[in-house]
Nanobody
């Protein structure tokens, strides 16, 4: 599975961005996908996740502001980010897992496919 993110950039506080993640390869083998982010000097953290059944999970810090979705026909994962804050500044990574687990995981170790990342910068 290959993942390529796009859509990052610079935006002012309160603005919006939509990230895209184009997937190719053995997409049928994946069980869930998600978005992670990593700010300088910090650990990679989970942001939003979606299972094959469409169920979604969000980090508390982004609930109500971010929306994860996917278009199966286009093999593309999205992250709509609204009401952006300076603390949302980070490199955002798309990830996929082909592990067969009942609950969609929210930590990086469960994901075995990663994109190269896209920078999101929110300025005040």
């Amino acid at each position: 599975v290959q993942l390529v993110e796009s859509g990052g950039g610079s935006v002012q506080v309160g603005g919006s961005l939509r990230l895209s993640c184009a997937a190719s390869g053995d997409i049928w083998a994946t069980s869930c996908m998600g978005w992670f982010r990593q700010a300088p000097g910090k650990e990679r953290e989970g942001v939003a996740f979606i299972g094959n059944d469409g169920s979604t999970t969000y980090a508390d810090s982004v609930k109500g502001r971010f929306t994860i979705s996917k278009d199966n026909a286009k093999n593309t994962l999205y992250l709509q980010m609204d009401s952006l804050k300076p603390e949302d500044t980070a490199i955002y990574y798309c990830a996929a897992s082909d592990l067969r687990i009942e609950v969609v995981p929210t930590t990086p170790g469960w994901y075995n496919y990663w994109g190269q990342g896209t920078q999101v910068t929110v300025s005040s």
